[in-house]
């Protein structure tokens, strides 16, 4: 039985910092692989990237030393692999997996109670394709959270 299995990465990314806390980062995974079983061959391919865009804004109410700033963070993420499989004496590789899913969401953080408790709120829409398979989902979801740390309560 003859049996191998080849496979190469890439994961490139990048950071960008700009005045006033402005960054961006991205990165990417690229990955090929080839796999061989008693004369059929299997190919993979997977590619993710992702970016984040983040920043700042002072609150335009209360004083210049006492206003709060607005953290805000996006983020997209798009991942795909597909694989198929060339059978022995056949001429075109035959689609097993072709899956993608990608994501954009925006989080808005800033302190509401002094530095005590920290709010955030995050919108996010996901959309997952199973090509395949000829389906697909999605989902809207909107998160409103209140973090404080456990240290502040005293006792603990």
Same mark, same amino acid.
């Given at each position: 039985?003859?049996?191998?299995?080849?496979?190469?990465?890439?994961?490139?990314?990048?950071?960008?910092?700009?005045?006033?806390?402005?960054?961006?980062?991205?990165?990417?995974?690229?990955?090929?692989?080839?796999?061989?079983?008693?004369?059929?061959?299997?190919?993979?391919?997977?590619?993710?990237?992702?970016?984040?865009?983040?920043?700042?804004?002072?609150?335009?109410?209360?004083?210049?030393?006492?206003?709060?700033?607005?953290?805000?963070?996006?983020?997209?993420?798009?991942?795909?692999?597909?694989?198929?499989?060339?059978?022995?004496?056949?001429?075109?590789?035959?689609?097993? *997996? #072709?899956?993608?899913? %990608?994501?954009? +969401? $925006?989080?808005? !953080?800033?302190?509401?109670?002094?530095?005590?408790?920290?709010?955030?709120?995050?919108?996010?829409?996901?959309?997952?394709?199973?090509?395949? *398979? #000829?389906?697909?989902? %999605?989902?809207? +979801? $909107?998160?409103? !959270?209140?973090?404080?740390?456990?240290?502040?309560?005293?006792?603990?």
């Amino acid at each position: 039985a003859l049996v191998s299995n080849n496979s190469t990465g890439w994961r490139p990314g990048v950071a960008i910092y700009l005045r006033n806390g402005v960054t961006f980062n991205g990165n990417a995974t690229l990955d090929r692989g080839e796999a061989v079983n008693n004369g059929n061959r299997t190919e993979r391919n997977s590619d993710r990237f992702d970016v984040t865009v983040s920043w700042q804004l002072r609150m335009p109410w209360g004083s210049r030393q006492s206003s709060k700033y607005l953290r805000t963070t996006v983020f997209a993420t798009t991942f795909r692999q597909q694989e198929c499989m060339l059978r022995v004496g056949e001429s075109t590789c035959a689609p097993i *997996l #072709d899956i993608q899913r %990608s994501e954009v +969401s $925006a989080t808005m !953080r800033s302190s509401v109670v002094g530095d005590l408790v920290d709010a955030a709120f995050t919108l996010q829409y996901v959309l997952s394709e199973y090509r395949h *398979l #000829d389906r697909a989902t %999605s989902t809207i +979801s $909107a998160n409103l !959270r209140f973090e404080m740390p456990l240290s502040t309560l005293g006792g603990f």
